[in-house]
């Protein structure tokens, strides 16, 4: 079970518990906290791939859906946001399971098993954007239910 919640909204996924499960949700963050982060959290191949958030807001959007996979990854891991995460480097998250990159993902996380997912505008709102990582031998699907 993975629980987050941003600016008003909660969610909460749930898993087999043969599977490890992470979540985040956040808000469409601003152009100069978005910025800051990238900087932080994301590769310098990542940062060119989703562009300047302060050019454009698909940038912005871009740039925090990223954030978002990345946190889900990491609650999924168990391991939190103090792990770097710009050595994390996720390649193409709609595959199944997802292309990425983690040399100092934790031993006992079958990197080559994480699969995401991004959560439905339509289920989370305009405002925000959030991602679920799940981990496990099985393939997975969202459920929604209000």
Not at 17 to 37: H, P, Y
Not at 54 to 82: F, H, M, N, P, Y
Request: glycine share 6%; hydrophobic share 45%; aromatic share 6%.
């Amino acid at each position: 079970m993975s629980l987050s919640h941003s600016a008003g909204l909660a969610v909460l996924a749930i898993a087999p518990s043969s599977a490890k499960i992470g979540l985040d949700v956040e808000t469409v963050d601003s152009f100069d906290r978005i910025n800051r982060i990238a900087s932080l959290a994301f590769s310098p191949r990542e940062r060119r791939e989703d562009g300047d958030a302060a050019d454009s807001v698909a940038a912005r959007l871009a740039q925090t859906r990223r954030w978002c996979r990345k946190e889900a990854i990491l609650k999924a891991a168990r391991v939190g946001v103090a792990t770097p995460m710009r050595g994390l480097e996720i390649f193409d998250a709609q595959s199944r399971p997802a292309r990425l990159s983690w040399p100092a993902a934790p031993a006992e996380l079958p990197v080559a098993r994480i699969q995401l997912f991004d959560l439905e505008p339509d289920f989370v709102g305009k405002d925000h954007i959030g991602a679920v990582a799940c981990v496990g031998t099985d393939s997975y699907e969202l459920e929604y239910v209000d």
